[in-house]
């Protein structure tokens, strides 16, 4: 599960990465050119200065696209860090039963993604116990079930 969520969360990150977005600028541009005109009347400026405003489109990496991404593959990965943390703190533990002593803990296993009916089968020493049951989704989680031998 970490690792198809550490995958889904680098795909939106490299989706954020390649956000574009179109900048307009407004670029003040000033032309300089030789005055003609100085030649025969050297009381006239030597050149020419004009002052226009260029609009300039450019095409540039979307910052904010790109931190949004990143905060949303960070959330992704947060959570399911607390998924991780989740299963290791209740799943059952291999432990060495006795008499009248006692275990508790959730059993994680693959299954089919559309499986509804399955067995879950429990080696017990030289003994294998069968428990058939509907799987029903809760959250990310298969829903609890106790089940007790006496």
Known sequence: MIDSENLKAARVEAAGSTVL????EHV???????NPDHVNNPTQPAVT???????????????HARLMASAQAAKIRMNAEA???Q???TALAAARLTRYSRIEGRVYYDREKNAQEVLLRIPLGGLTVEIPFTAVRKDAFLAPTIIKFE
Do not use: C, F, W
């Open 83 to 85: 998924d991780r943390k």
């Open 28 to 34: 003040p541009v000033t032309d300089v050119t030789p």
């Open 21 to 24: 977005k179109t900048v307009v």
């Open 49 to 63: 200065v004009t002052t226009r405003i260029d609009v300039v489109t450019k095409t540039v990496p979307d910052e």
């Open 87 to 89: 299963i290791l703190n």
